[in-house]
Nanobody, 121 residues
Framework: QVQLVESGGGLVQAGDSLRLSCAAS????????VAWFRQAPGKERELVAA??????????YYADSVKGRVTISRDNAKKTVYLQMNSLKPEDTAVYCC????????????WGQGTQVTVSS
């Protein structure tokens, strides 16, 4: 069982940066894919970034809408995955959730409660 808790959201101005954290309890993220999703009011949930974590490292995926502005990373010792977001835009405003699934499993089985990111213009 994996429990996820996000933190780091807030209200910022356009051009600012934020770092979101997704902390796991229950086990480490090794051999898991951990992703950040976001959902804005009236819009579908969007996959922002994902990282597949193995003993030898991790491979990352980024949505085109955030590529070049966002970095996903992990700290194995802290069992935490981070989402560093730079040059934030008003259209980045959304609830951001992290989710995890075992490598090779299609569906994300574990979800956090979400953290609000609001970017003012």
């Amino acid at each position: 069982q994996v429990q996820l808790v996000e933190s780091g959201g807030g209200l910022v101005q356009a051009g600012d940066s934020l770092r979101l954290s997704c902390a796991a309890s229950g086990r480490t993220f090794n051999d898991y894919t951990v992703a950040w999703f976001r959902q804005a009011p009236g819009k579908e949930r969007e996959l922002v970034a994902a990282i597949t974590i193995t003993w030898s490292g991790g491979t990352a995926y980024y949505a085109d809408s955030v590529k070049g502005r966002v970095t996903i990373s992990r700290d194995n010792a802290k069992k935490t995955v981070y989402l560093q977001m730079n040059s934030l835009k008003p259209e980045d405003t959304a609830v951001y959730c992290c989710a995890a699934r075992p490598a090779g499993v299609h569906n994300y089985d574990y979800w956090g409660q979400g953290t609000q990111v609001t970017v003012s213009s």
